[in-house]
């Protein structure tokens, strides 16, 4: 079959790297596409949040058999409707369910209506109420932009000047634009966090690998909240105790509620978790694959994505086998020099010979003048596998060594954090 996959950053080409493997997949394009995925797709060049138009495109170009959305804007403008309604195959969810991500305030009274456990919150529409509220609420105190802002409308303060300071930026600032005019405030909460991803037709739920993200910009998780700069699988601490938790009191709960509430959610939800001292929390769902998880996650995947992929449009999930391999796999991500704030673009990229097995993700890349040069704030994402976290980390960055990028800057710590956690 001919495949479409929506999207640009290095999520979408390590979805590409996976579904090229499969017997099934015939040719892929890409829309819009980045360097690396150009090597194995036919790029297109259309705005992928204008849905009409990529209906049209999918409309005129008849060869295309099947559609995967990958990031959630599009995914909250409707796209996976426009393309269903139009006759086409669709992986990815209905504007009716992305709203899970696309709305905090909405995920947040879902959590609180099922008994789906997460920190303590208030939702404010109005500037003066959340203002007086945060100046009274206990410190530190978690702000989140109602709606979409690339993974960067969260805000942990942790004085009350910060609150009140990045309540302004949100609400009356716009620092986040339309995001922000609705604002969560959150109970702050402690431990160490993990991305559970799974699977579902909105009836069968096969739970993913676990992985770890680092959102700060800098080592030691300090420095300002970003798309995330690197991430590895497994979560060391997730054993299976916290599986059957998970399942049992976030998982199901999570898709019945979808399902009660008339928005059956179909493709991959993410589960953003914390383990509190009151056992394991949702701090944020997203409506489709995380980036930078999905680097670890899709190398680990021996069962073809494609099979699944269809399995979840025909509500068949159930029959399908998912398998995994043991070991370990991290990414580290690099970035352009003063990202996540301003950096510069148009940098040309050398990548000397990386080592065998090493799978190098395209994020904020393209092809200028013949050269391969920068084109966003993440550029490459350079991914290893291991036998362990340890050993899978050291051959990543030993291939980062091998890259270079006028500002290249990357965090030297991916894969340290919570080796000493007792797995439960």
């Known amino acids: 079959m001919n495949v479409l996959i929506i999207g640009n950053g290095g999520r979408e080409h390590a979805i590409v790297q996976a579904i090229a493997k499969s017997p099934k997949v015939n040719k892929i394009y890409a829309m819009k596409g980045n360097a690396?995925?150009?090597?194995?797709?036919?790029?297109?060049?259309?705005?992928?949040?204008?849905?009409?138009?990529?209906?049209d495109w999918v409309d005129a170009h008849t060869e295309i058999d099947y559609t995967i959305i990958a990031p959630d804007d599009p995914l909250a403008l409707g796209l996976a409707d426009?393309?269903?309604?139009?006759?086409?195959?669709?992986?990815?969810?209905?504007?009716?369910a992305a709203i899970i991500e696309a709305s905090k305030?909405?995920?947040?009274?879902?959590?609180?209506?099922?008994?789906?456990?997460t920190a303590k919150y208030e939702t404010f529409s109005d500037y003066e109420s959340a203002r007086a509220y945060v100046e009274k609420c206990d410190i530190p105190v978690v702000l989140k932009a109602d709606g979409l802002a690339l993974g960067k409308g969260v805000l942990i303060c942790k004085t009350r000047e910060e609150a009140l300071s990045g309540?302004?930026?949100?609400?009356?600032?716009?620092?986040?634009?339309?995001?922000?005019?609705?604002?969560?405030?959150?109970?702050f909460l402690e431990g160490p966090e993990v991305s559970a991803l799974a699977f579902t037709d909105g009836k069968t739920i096969k739970p993913m690998i676990t992985s770890c993200d680092h959102k700060r910009a800098f080592d030691h998780d300090e420095g300002l909240n970003t798309g995330g700069m690197g991430t590895f699988t497994p979560a060391p601490?997730?054993?299976?105790?916290?599986?059957?938790?998970?399942?049992?009191?976030?998982?199901?709960?999570?898709?019945?509620?979808?399902?009660?509430?008339?928005?059956?959610?179909?493709?991959?939800?993410?589960?953003?978790?914390?383990?509190?001292?009151?056992?394991?929390?949702?701090?944020?769902?997203?409506a489709r694959f995380g980036d930078?998880?999905?680097?670890?996650?899709?190398?680990?995947?021996?069962?073809?994505?494609?099979?699944i992929f269809e399995a979840i449009t025909d509500e068949r999930l159930a029959d399908i086998n998912i398998e995994w391999e043991s070991g370990a796999c991290v990414c580290v991500v690099l970035a352009s020099g003063g990202y996540p704030v301003q950096y510069e673009k148009d940098k040309e990229i050398s990548i000397g010979d990386l080592d065998e097995?090493?799978?190098?993700?395209?994020?904020?890349?393209?092809?200028?003048?013949?050269?391969?040069?920068?084109?966003?704030?993440?550029?490459?994402?350079?991914?290893?596998?291991g036998d362990t976290i340890e050993a899978a980390r050291q051959k990543a960055y030993k291939n980062v060594e091998k890259i270079k990028f006028e500002g290249m800057h990357y965090r030297t710590d991916i894969g340290v954090k919570y080796r000493d956690i007792e797995k439960e």
Do not use: W
């Not at 999905?294 to 494609?306: A, F, G, H, R, S």
């Not at 904020?364 to 050269?371: A, L």
């Open 36 to 55: 690396g995925i150009g090597e194995l797709a036919e790029l297109v060049n259309v705005d992928y949040c204008d849905v009409k138009a990529v209906g």
């Open 82 to 96: 426009e393309l269903e309604s139009r006759g086409h195959r669709v992986f990815g969810p209905r504007k009716n």
């Open 105 to 117: 305030a909405f995920s947040k009274e879902l959590m609180k209506k099922y008994n789906i456990p």
């Open 167 to 187: 309540l302004q930026e949100m609400m009356l600032d716009k620092k986040f634009g339309a995001a922000g005019n609705k604002v969560v405030v959150e109970e």
């Open 237 to 286: 601490f997730y054993g299976e105790k916290t599986e059957k938790e998970v399942l049992e009191k976030i998982m199901l709960p999570t898709v019945s509620a979808m399902n009660a509430e008339g928005r059956t959610f179909k493709g991959v939800l993410y589960f953003g978790l914390m383990k509190t001292k009151d056992g394991m929390k949702v701090i944020e769902y997203n």
């Open 292 to 307: 930078p998880e999905t680097q670890v996650i899709l190398p680990m995947l021996k069962t073809d994505l494609m099979e």
């Open 357 to 385: 097995g090493i799978i190098l993700c395209h994020a904020g890349t393209k092809i200028k003048e013949n050269k391969l040069v920068t084109s966003g704030g993440r550029v490459l994402g350079v991914c290893a596998k």
